[in-house]
């Protein structure tokens, strides 16, 4: 029971504190969280690989046909072992994907995967 307490003390504040900084989670009731952005396939995929690569944050793409074309949709899987500070960490770090993303700092490289 700890355990359960403790994963959903994490998954309300990820998901909390992401809604709070205006992301678009849509409806769910479960840990996995998903997070929406506009974008492409191949924004997606840098996201992901800057995520992992930079702030070492794992997150698992869902494309196009699962989600509608120019739409992003990032899935997150917190655990009981997480922390309060990871999740604010997480919370900063899609802040800053999303500004990025915004910036169209994504768009310029591998933009033939859009095309798939």
Not at 1 to 28: C, S, Y
Not at 33 to 57: C, K, S
Not at 83 to 95: C, G, Q, R, S, W
């Amino acid at each position: 029971p700890e355990l359960r307490e403790k994963l959903w003390t994490i998954v309300n504040a990820l998901q909390d504190g992401l809604k709070k900084e205006g992301f678009n989670l849509g409806n769910t009731e479960s840990p996995v969280t998903p997070v929406m952005l506009n974008g492409t396939v191949g924004e997606a995929t840098q996201i992901t690989f800057d995520l992992r690569e930079n702030y070492n944050i794992f997150c698992s793409i869902v494309s196009y046909p699962v989600v509608p074309k120019g739409v992003i949709l990032l899935r997150l899987i917190p655990t009981s072992v997480h922390t309060l500070e990871d999740v604010e960490y997480t919370i900063k770090a899609f802040k800053e994907v999303k500004e990025k993303l915004e910036k169209h700092a994504y768009s310029t490289e591998m933009a033939s995967i859009d095309n798939v």
